[in-house]
């Protein structure tokens, strides 16, 4: 069993949608990772939570510490949006990684 | 907010050439960098952790040999690739951390290799 699980594996949304990923980890940590890899592979780190919900713009990730569950909410939903969103677990010695959830936005 | 900086983002090379990717932390000083290799289609796999002045500790099955890491200062960290064969074909991410990160690590943009 792998410490972090993501999911949904895939997603196809129409645009405006609001669309949620979802994280579960199994580890104990220090804090939890989202991070987004475009098509060209490039990562951006979208945020860091040690407890409850951060948002910029419209990003919202949430994060349940006694449930080891997160989530990254993507509000009005775009095509440029489209990318592989990563959940990465820090215990404070490494990192855990989800195997990422694949969003596609359509117009 | 804290930023790793990684380069180049993109190389291709030679069979047998040797590439240098660098991560530079900007505005904080990384004590620890992790490296990390993405193949297609998987999860990011950590290869090594690096503290700043001391040897780099690899994980079981990365070769320490052809995978050379260089963490010398408090804010640069190198991987070197030497005698890049086509199946090193990946992406290099580099992921640094330090005391003014409590909790926290912040990860390069990434460096996608080839090798033809």
């Known amino acids: 069993k792998n410490e972090v699980e993501q999911s949904p594996q895939n997603l196809t949304a129409q645009e405006g949608e609001f669309i949620t990923i979802n994280c579960s980890y199994s580890?104990?940590?220090?804090?939890l990772h989202w991070l987004q890899q475009h098509p060209g592979g490039g990562i951006v780190s979208l945020f860091m939570?040690?407890?409850g919900k951060k948002k910029h713009g419209r990003l919202i990730a949430t994060i349940n510490i006694q449930e080891k569950h997160s989530s990254l909410h993507i509000t009005a939903s775009h095509p440029r949006d489209s990318a592989v969103y990563i959940c990465?677990?820090?215990?404070?010695?490494?990192?855990?990684f989800g195997t990422g959830t694949s969003l596609t936005v359509i117009p | 907010g804290a930023v790793v900086s990684q380069h180049p983002s993109r190389v291709i090379c030679k069979s047998g050439t040797s590439v240098k990717i660098e991560c530079r932390s900007l505005d904080f000083q990384a004590t620890t960098m992790f490296w990390y290799r993405q193949f297609p289609k998987q999860s990011l796999m950590l290869m090594a952790t690096s503290n700043e002045g001391s040897k780099a500790t690899y994980e079981q099955g990365v070769e320490k040999d052809k995978f050379l890491i260089n963490h010398a200062s408090l804010t640069l960290s190198t991987l070197t690739v030497t005698s890049a064969h086509p199946e090193d074909s990946s992406f290099y991410i580099c992921?640094?951390?330090?005391?003014?990160?409590?909790?926290?690590?912040?990860f390069g943009s990434g460096t996608r290799l080839t090798v033809v």
């Open positions: 992921s640094g951390g330090g005391s003014t990160l409590p909790g926290g690590y912040t």
């Open positions: 580890v104990g940590i220090s804090a």
């Open positions: 939570l040690s407890s």
């Open positions: 990465a677990a820090n215990t404070g010695n490494q990192f855990y």
